[in-house]
């Protein structure tokens, strides 16, 4: 199987893994457990996951320490700001409008790729990126046009989705330049320990009030999920 297919075939998984996302963490943030307090959680898990199976299997890399900053900024973007504002956004919008808002993803990062990494931008790319943009906004519309009483302030939750969408745009980049640096375990490990102590000051309190042993069979579930599928499933997926 050549490398491109073993990535279109990661990256459909991605996609497939991160749509039940919205589903899943709607139904437990911010009735049950506050979006911070889920955003350390699938850190915190991820982050520990990630260490242990680069300790068992992944090659002995050591990160110089003037790459950290650039480690620490692709954290930043991909792990600790992009998570904050997707789950606090999620709680106060509806999951279609989050869900078509990431759709504009890969238009921001088709325009960054041309910004920061010189890629050529033809005609039909263009042309793409004016319909993309256009298709979200439509669908954006359609599904604000009812009333939906699981979006408490669809604007604000709207637009801070959208910033999660332009911060993961700017990881994808940095995290492409790592990537021919780094193992994917290495890399991996390193930017969710930066992400750790990003989300902490936002979430430990909310994470830490979350009682388990009165938790649901469904909501145990549902945070399973987001953690291991959406969470660690999607970045691992992602990066190779």
Do not use: Q
Request: net charge positive; charged share 10%; aromatic share 16%.
């Amino acid at each position: 199987m050549s490398k491109r297919a073993v990535a279109i075939i990661c990256g459909f998984l991605v996609a497939l893994f991160y749509a039940y996302n919205f589903t899943a963490a709607k139904e437990v943030t911010p009735e049950f457990v506050g979006p911070y307090g889920l955003t350390w959680y699938r850190v915190v898990i991820t982050c520990v996951i990630f260490w242990v199976i680069a300790t068992i299997v992944g090659p002995k890399e050591k990160v110089p320490l003037k790459e950290l900053p650039l480690l620490a900024l692709a954290a930043f973007c991909g792990v600790g700001f992009n998570m904050v504002t997707f789950m606090k956004g999620l709680s106060l919008t509806a999951p279609i409008s989050a869900s078509v808002l990431m759709v504009t993803t890969p238009i921001i990062v088709l325009l960054l790729s041309a910004i920061f990494l010189k890629e050529r931008l033809y005609a039909s790319r263009i042309l793409g990126i004016l319909i993309g943009f256009s298709g979200a906004a439509l669908l954006i519309f359609l599904s604000n046009s009812g009333s939906n009483e699981n979006a408490t302030n669809p604007a604000l939750g709207n637009f801070l989705v959208f910033i999660n969408a332009v911060s993961y745009s700017f990881y994808i980049i940095l995290a492409k330049k790592l990537t021919t640096r780094y193992h994917v375990f290495t890399l991996m490990k390193w930017l969710y320990l930066f992400g750790v102590i990003f989300i902490t000051p936002f979430g430990i309190t909310e994470g830490l009030s979350f009682d388990f042993s009165t938790a649901n069979t469904d909501t145990l579930w549902y945070i399973g999920y987001v953690v291991l599928f959406a969470t660690f499933g999607t970045y691992m997926l992602n990066i190779i």
